[in-house]
């Protein structure tokens, strides 16, 4: 309880610094709707040539760009702005000022996780859950109410590999602080915005495995058009708990490296 | 006007740049992205068949030149003019002895330089691991040539203009956003012109941005006729003459609009 009334607290916070920049939300808009046309007619283009390109169809690949721009909305909710605040050359790490996070009475990777909010991610949840809605109506496949079940898992188990995945990359920042490691993230994220099965197998693999963010969005995507097995859905399960873990034990590793900012 | 200042001025910036390319790199990474995204979906999309007029082979190709086309005409500089004018960051240029656009081109060309020896060496892996079939004709490499060089200077003075705004609008990068996202949709980059849906298409050979990044690699891929080589280089004098009489006017109004910021 006490750790979900402090999120409450750094909600409160977060929402009332934004209030203080009031035309950014007219530049949010902006962007938001732009990266959502952008990216429907990007699949708009590719099925006016094509019917279905290794087994997926605009329905589904639609139902995919739905999984990635809610993910990407709940990154942007909370998980980004409190771990991006950390890296780069006025984050915390390098000017220091993690000491007044560490110096907290709470769970360090708690802290840093979840201290920043932004509530303008809302929106953008609101469009992703609707691209999602229309493309289950687009799709032909009926989605059943085991379906629904195994997909919102699915979605949860993608928040916690793309948040497991964050923490590692946040987590090198310990090593070399100017070095913008989430950017490069960005860049691998952006993949998942197609499925896994429309790159090359050596490709695939990686994305699959090494950084599974292609994983992040595809599997909830199958899990909605019922493209996915049991077996594959349990291996899915214990990577993510595997992955949760080891990111955990990797960002305590890499804490013991900071050094403030005083010699 | 002090030439020999200028291209001093250009060459420290440049080493300036270098011993900060790690961040460059990143940021080049990130723009390339997109394009390899859409290679390996294109590719796959086309497999063993072809799609309009592409093979699997001529989507590869056209996708390595585009990225680096893109860089190449890629201005960051138009993010930061709104920066300087905002910040009163103009002030120290505008005192020096030589026109201020000699900034902005020195820090185009160190910025080219940084970039390339990131993208270059990449784009050349890609091509061996990829080994797409390909043979370029000399006439199309001599007509590429001028194609790209006025790319560039249509999409720099083009966004130019849209940064000068500046001088009148705080957030004036918002509009570069947009134009970011037209480049996307209708410069040939989620798709080859060829293959958009009809009215788009007929839209995108009439509208500037097709000629700042698609056109040149249209030529270099052979894909265009003699005529249709001559009206896109008809189109695009057009559009970098627009282009070059308003970002002149908005400077030479804007200047005297600006006031300085700070002390």
């Known amino acids: 309880m006490y750790h979900v009334r402090l999120i409450g607290h750094f909600i409160r916070a977060s929402v009332q610094q934004e209030l203080a920049y009031r035309a950014n939300f007219f530049i949010n808009v902006l962007h938001t709707v732009l990266s959502l046309i952008t990216g429907i007619l990007g699949i708009v283009v590719l099925f006016e040539q094509v019917n279905t390109i290794n087994g997926w169809d605009f329905a589904s690949t639609l139902a995919l760009l739905g999984v990635y721009l809610t993910l990407s909305a709940l990154r942007r909710l909370f998980i980004g702005p409190s771990l991006d605040s950390l890296a780069g050359m006025d984050g915390d790490i390098w000017r220091g000022t993690l000491d007044f996070t560490l110096l907290r009475p709470v769970s360090k990777q708690f802290l840093v996780s979840v201290r920043m909010w932004e509530s303008f991610a809302l929106v953008d949840l609101a469009l992703g859950i609707g691209v999602l809605a229309a493309a289950v109506i687009e799709l032909e496949h009926t989605v059943s109410l085991t379906d629904m079940l195994i997909f919102t898992l699915t979605l949860i188990t993608g928040v916690m590999l793309l948040y497991s995945i964050l923490l590692i990359f946040v987590s090198l920042v310990f090593w070399s602080p100017g070095f913008m490691f989430t950017w490069v993230f960005d860049g691998i994220f952006q993949m998942a915005r197609y499925p896994l099965d429309l790159y090359p197998g050596w490709l695939r693999l990686v994305l699959a495995w090494v950084i599974p963010v292609g994983i992040m969005t595809t599997v909830p995507a199958q899990a909605l058009t019922g493209g996915l097995s049991a077996a594959f859905l349990l291996g899915h399960l214990l990577l993510t708990t595997g992955l949760f873990i080891g990111a955990s034990w990797f960002f305590r590793f890499a804490l013991r490296r900071y050094a403030s900012a005083s010699s | ?263």
């Open chain 2, 1 to 263: 006007m002090n030439h020999r200042g200028g291209i001093v001025l250009i060459q420290a910036t440049w080493a300036s740049w270098l011993q900060y390319r790690s961040f460059f790199f990143v940021l080049a990474f990130g723009w390339m992205i997109p394009p390899l995204i859409y290679l390996f979906v294109w590719s796959t999309a086309a497999g063993e068949q072809t799609i309009g007029a592409f093979s699997r082979d001529a989507f590869i190709v056209y996708y390595l030149a585009l990225i680096l086309v893109n860089q190449l005409t890629y201005s960051q500089t138009n993010w930061t003019v709104g920066d300087v004018i905002r910040s009163g960051g103009l002030n120290p240029i505008l005192l020096r002895p030589m026109p201020p656009l000699y900034n902005t081109l020195a820090t185009e060309i160190a910025g080219k330089i940084v970039y390339m020896l990131f993208v270059v060496p990449i784009t050349a892996v890609l091509a061996l691991i990829l080994r797409p079939e390909v043979d370029f004709e000399l006439q199309h490499i001599v007509a590429f040539l001028p194609a790209l060089s006025l790319a560039w200077m249509l999409r720099f003075f083009w966004g130019y203009g849209l940064a000068l705004l500046a001088f009148w609008a705080t957030r004036a990068d918002a509009l570069l956003a947009v134009q970011d996202s037209l480049l996307f949709l209708l410069a040939g980059q989620v798709a080859p012109i060829p293959l958009l849906p009809g009215v788009i298409r007929q839209a995108a050979v009439y509208l500037p941005f097709r000629y700042m990044i698609g056109f040149p690699i249209e030529i270099l891929t052979g894909q265009l006729s003699a005529a249709e080589i001559g009206e896109g280089f008809f189109i695009q004098g057009c559009w970098l003459a627009v282009a070059l009489g308003f970002s002149h006017l908005l400077w030479r109004y804007g200047i005297r609009h600006y006031t300085a910021v700070g002390g």
